[in-house]
């Protein structure tokens, strides 16, 4: 029978291997249990770990357009609250004008609402969300409106210069006080319209694309999802709110030109009205519809998780026992390390 010696020095250099074994097996496990996925998914998915990794891509991409579409409605959500601002606002210059029409009101108040309403409709036009501007179409960089009221508008100085062409004078010139209801009609018609209905819009007025924001809502559908300030029911409420502004700021223009000016802007407010309700209603459908992706994403986001649960999920229960386990066995070695390091010969002796 062949004798077989141990020294200290082997012994303990086997505890400190098997120490290290378990420190690594206890981050693993420290892993698993913060996590309660598998720390190493190649390794205990084999095979299979192609198919996790492409589900979990495909559960990334749809978590990415669910947060997407949350910024979307968003976006929507503020649109759809200025626009009924302005539609509030356009109501109320509305009853103004028909008091108005029926010479109850005096210039002064028809005036400054005039005025109340476009300084409104560039406050709220310019609205931000999320350092955006909502109503600039692909522009969002891009105020779509400045101040027709502010020094060097370019739009106040078009109107005076297509009034000046057209009458031969200005509107504060005593000239003015001879302006038929006929020549007003026919200014507000010829000169005025195509400022605000036509290309005098965007040159002078807007600088908001007419190109809307394209937002992918689902894997496989896209959708228009903003408004912008060249909507037909804005450039008619400007229209009027002008109109109003610069016929009542004139201290010359006689009554007759005056009343035509707000009957004229009368129609135009009605008709802006309705383009903005058609508007909003629009909004709602696209609004709906993101809302209705988002459920959609979810579900999928809710199968997609299930199921790389199921193939990387691991029991909590059986993760905190093995870290349990990891600990007492690890500081059993260090105990064990300690009493063989204190064994010598000369104790022995």
């Known amino acids: ?11 303990s250099q086997s505890l400190r291997y098997q120490l290290m074994r378990m420190q690594s097996e206890l981050v693993s ?25 492409s589900l979990t891509r495909d559960m990334q991409r749809v978590n990415g357009l669910i947060d997407q579409n949350a910024l979307v409605s968003s976006r929507l959500t503020s649109s759809q609250n200025a626009l009924k601002q302005i539609e509030e606002r356009a109501q109320s210059f509305l009853s103004t004008l028909s008091v108005g ?6 210039q002064g108040v028809t005036l400054a609402d ?42 106040k100085a078009a109107f005076g210069a297509s009034f000046q062409t057209f ?33 005098g819009w965007q040159t002078n007025w807007s600088d908001a694309s007419d190109d809307l924001i394209t937002s992918r809502i689902t894997l496989n559908e896209t959708l228009d999802t903003s408004v912008n300030a060249n909507s037909s029911g804005i450039r008619k409420l400007a229209m009027a709110a002008t109109a109003i502004y610069e016929a009542m700021s ?25 383009d903005l309700a058609k508007v909003q209603s629009e909004t709602g459908i696209i609004q709906q519809r993101v809302s209705k992706a988002s459920e959609r994403l979810q579900a999928q986001a809710d199968v997609f998780e299930r199921t790389i649960g199921k193939m990387e999920g691991i029991d909590p229960y059986e993760a905190s026992t093995r870290v349990t386990s990891l600990i007492e066995q690890i500081e059993m070695s260090y105990a064990l390390t300690a009493r063989l390091q204190k064994l010598s010969l000369s104790k022995f002796l």
């Open 1 to 11: 029978m062949k004798a077989s010696f141990v020294s200290t020095a082997a012994v």
């Open 29 to 53: 496990a420290n892993k698993e249990s913060q996590s309660m996925t598998v720390a190493d998914r190649g390794l205990a998915l084999g095979v299979r770990t192609s198919q996790s990794i």
């Open 101 to 106: 029409m029926s010479g109850q009101a005096t």
């Open 114 to 155: 005039a005025k109340g309403t476009l300084d409104a409709l560039t406050s709220i036009l310019n609205t931000t969300v999320n350092g955006e501007h909502i109503f600039s179409g692909i522009n969002t960089d891009v105020k779509p409106l400045t101040s027709y009221t502010a020094t060097g508008s370019p739009a």
């Open 167 to 199: 009458f031969g004078f200005s509107q504060t010139d005593p000239a003015a006080a001879g302006i038929t209801s006929a020549q007003m009609d026919s200014f507000l018609t010829t000169a005025v319209e195509p400022q605000f209905l036509g290309a």
């Open 250 to 274: 004139s201290p010359t223009m006689n009554a007759a030109a005056k009343t035509t000016a707000i009957e004229r802007a009368h129609t135009m407010v009605a008709e802006a009205i309705a």
